[in-house]
């Protein structure tokens, strides 16, 4: 099931072309976009995607979006929405017609249903590899043209890194930087359970900032967790009680195996965060 809107509140044929041969997005992945979870007819952290959306586009100097379009766009697709009651919203946003100089962006919503894969790993949790992602953790500052924490649409390094970790036995990937420190997963945020309390790596290393992450962490902390924003290390993955890759679409997914070693059994801890997560949305 797909449903197709555009930001002037129509709808398009999900099945049909509409993007030009010469858009950037597709000769060069010049754009951004989200994902946004919806479930039951509510999208999760629209506000949160919205924003980073917006912070996206100035990063690529984009023309600023319009969020209240955005939203309607959003709330068209759940609107004609007929199928499962979980849907992953993609919002893009391209930056139009290469050369010309009064392109207009090419923007769209399009709802999709979450792949089988993804509803696997959620309940059965996921091996990971870390693999290096060649830069320093301070690359983010000392090179902000390398647009590390905006969401672009070149996402060619994340997909060639998930097929890298399937040759590898694996399902999914958490980056780490060249001095060891961990970085994200292609498509999610890396989040550490010691004792009672919750890590994650902070964005100034060069990463995505998660809503999901921001979700989790709020939710934790009402249950009576702590939360800690901090540089880890590998050896702070393997050492852990647990391990876990969240994301909009993943939600909170258990990881049990690291780079062929079976972590410490952490489907308790699993199940009280995800508790806590989902009952913030009931
Ligand atoms: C590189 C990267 N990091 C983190 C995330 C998780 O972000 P969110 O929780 O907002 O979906 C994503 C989501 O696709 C991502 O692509």
Not at 33 to 52: A, I, N, Q, W, Y
Not at 171 to 176: E, L, M, N, P, R
């Amino acid at each position: 099931m797909r449903v197709l809107a555009f930001l002037d509140g129509t709808l398009g044929d999900p099945t049909k072309p509409y993007v030009r041969v010469d858009n950037t997005g597709v000769l060069r992945g010049d754009g951004i976009f989200e994902t946004v979870l919806v479930v039951d007819g509510k999208p999760r952290e629209l506000g949160p995607h919205l924003d980073r959306l917006a912070r996206s586009a100035a990063m690529l100097d984009l023309p600023e979006p319009d969020l209240g379009a955005w939203e309607r766009a959003v709330q068209q697709v759940i609107h004609n929405w007929q199928g499962a009651p979980e849907i992953a919203v993609k919002l893009v946003y391209t930056r139009g017609s290469e050369g010309d100089p009064d392109a207009e962006p090419f923007c769209y919503a399009l709802g999709m249903d979450i792949d089988d894969k993804v509803r696997t790993a959620r309940a059965e949790g996921v091996a990971v590899a870390t693999l290096d992602r060649g830069f320093g953790p301070d690359v983010a500052e000392r090179a902000p043209w390398l647009l590390l924490g905006a969401k672009t649409l070149s996402y060619a390094v994340n997909l060639a890194a998930l097929r890298e970790a399937g040759r590898r036995g694996a399902d999914d990937v958490v980056f780490t930087a060249t001095d060891g420190t961990v970085l994200e997963g292609p498509t999610s945020t890396v989040v550490v359970v010691k004792g009672r309390t919750l890590y994650t790596p902070p964005p100034t290393v060069g990463i995505l900032p998660g809503t999901t992450q921001r979700a989790v962490f709020r939710a934790a902390e009402d249950a009576g967790w702590t939360a800690k924003v901090e540089n880890l290390r590998v050896e702070d993955l393997t050492s852990a009680d647990g391990l876990f890759l969240v994301s909009s679409v993943r939600k909170v997914t258990r990881v049990h195996t690291l780079d062929g070693t079976r972590l410490t059994d952490s489907t308790a801890i699993h199940r009280e965060l995800c508790e806590a997560y989902e009952k913030q949305y009931a």
